[in-house]
């Protein structure tokens, strides 16, 4: 189940464009590491971690937390954010908004700090926390590309290499998912994205998105592709 940060106006057109890693995995953090661009924006221009924070099948406090940067028409740039919803609310319940960010990678990071409440981290400085009511998670990571088009017109992507995707944390480490497979291409018609499987000269755990990429379906193996026995 994926969702998306709130739109800004009635009738805007969203797009959003995802992998996500295979199998699921136990975690008590989700961190990746995106190169930001500064980009004209037509609403908002996003990209985010996320994962689902306790069982969504049987907690009803589960939560889905987003972690990432964004670039909104009245933020002057890209900005860090965090957004959290429940189970039952389409527009979140809680977020907040970190430091405007330079051009260049950053790390952002969602991750237990103590009890049940988690920390909200852009390269390893905090700027929010909230009480999630869970130690662990135990769902897919996802990395998304996000579009929301406030104004008529096409929309101009730029390319935005993603250097370490999807890292999760347990045992005291931090590991690289060890698969990854376009999770969603709803709504996604202007640009795609690539992994080692479709660029071999990009790493395991690495992404690109580019509006020059074709389209990949949902399911597409991005790296290290499983084999059924």
Partial sequence: ????????????????????????VLNQGIRTTITVVNQKS?????????????????????????TGYGIWTWSKGPIAFYWIFDKYSANGIAHGFGPKLSKGPHVFTAVLKTGTTWSFQVDGIEYGTYDLKHETANDKICV?????????????????????????????LWHEAGAAYVGTTANSPSWSMAGNVQNP?????????SARLAYLPPGTWLWAARVSS
Wanted: glycine letters at 10%; proline letters at 6%; hydrophobic letters at 45%.
């Fill in 201 to 209: 000269k990009l790493g395991k755990n690495q992404l690109f998105f």
């Fill in 1 to 24: 189940m994926l969702m998306i940060v709130p739109v800004e106006a009635l009738g805007s057109r969203q797009y959003h464009l995802g992998a996500c890693s295979d199998p699921m």
């Fill in 144 to 172: 998304t590309s996000e579009v929301v088009a406030t104004k008529k017109g096409p929309i101009q992507i730029k390319d935005v290499l993603v250097p370490k995707a999807i890292e999760y944390y347990y045992g005291g």
């Fill in 42 to 66: 037509p609403g908002l221009v996003a990209y985010w971690v996320s994962e689902w924070v306790g069982n969504i099948q049987v907690d009803t406090d589960a939560f889905w937390v987003q």
